[in-house]
């Protein structure tokens, strides 16, 4: 997917565990974003990243948090798992902030 | 409250019977409006942009429009391969969430042979 590649691509854990999403470009992209992708809501961003150390809040971050050390890596954690962050998580990248984004292939996690 | 509207929810079409899907959009200071399509258990793939009223882009056999309010995806003779959900997208303005893409619920296109 043109550079971009999430891991792992599916995870199953129990409630209350904390979890880590990693999303890895070889592009270069300045722009990194987390979505999450449910039936009846569509795709909700989560958490974005405008540069190495740089995020910001999105529509739906509470029991999320994010990190990006690197320009290449941002990572998506779930400090205490719930059933209501059963979801499929998708990591965007952007190299201008009013351009297209370019999807991974998503991580599909269930919190049983 | 910002909203993007895809209608219809889904849609079924004859293998060359042409029709349009539809995005409408109610958030101010429109930055850009993006088509995607996503095909199940992958990540949307990137169609068009398009950023200001009359611009069209065409790609094979879809065509995308804008207007003031909304966007259409015009899909002429489709094929059984262009069965897919369509993913509507709008960017504000830098004044609200920067680089936020606002989606749609989607339109799942089903094209029999």
């Known amino acids: 997917d043109a550079g971009i590649t999430q891991s792992p691509r599916h995870k199953v854990t129990e409630t209350g565990t904390p979890v880590t999403l990693r999303c890895h470009q070889t592009?270069?992209?300045?722009?990194m974003y987390w979505y999450r992708q449910d039936p009846g809501h569509g795709l909700r961003l989560i958490h974005y990243?405008?540069?190495?150390?740089?995020?910001d809040k999105g529509e739906v971050s509470d029991g999320y948090s994010v990190s990006r050390s690197k320009t290449e890596d941002f990572l998506l954690t779930l400090e205490s798992a719930t059933s209501s962050q059963t979801s499929v998580y998708f990591c965007?990248?952007?190299?201008?902030?009013?351009?297209?984004?370019?999807f991974g292939s998503g991580t599909r996690l269930t919190v049983v | 409250e910002d909203q993007v509207t895809q209608s219809p929810e889904a849609l079924r079409l004859q293998e060359g019977e042409s029709s349009s899907l539809n995005c409408s959009y109610t958030?101010?200071?429109?930055?850009?409006l993006f088509w995607y399509r996503q095909d199940p258990g992958k990540g949307p793939e990137f169609l068009f942009t398009?950023?200001?009223a009359g611009e069209e882009k065409e790609k094979e056999r879809l065509k995308a429009t804008l207007t003031k309010k909304e966007s259409f995806l015009h899909i002429t003779a489709p094929k059984p391969e262009d069965s897919a959900t369509y993913l509507c997208?709008?960017?504000?303005?830098?004044?609200?969430?920067?680089?936020?893409?606002?989606f749609g619920k989607g339109t799942k296109l089903s094209v029999k042979p």
């Open positions: 958030v101010s200071g429109l930055r850009g």
């Open positions: 997208a709008v960017i504000m303005n830098y004044g609200g969430s920067q680089g936020n893409l606002i």
């Open positions: 990243s405008y540069g190495v150390k740089d995020t």
């Open positions: 398009l950023y200001s």
């Open positions: 592009e270069n992209h300045r722009y």
């Open positions: 965007a990248i952007s190299e201008r902030v009013n351009e297209g984004y370019t």
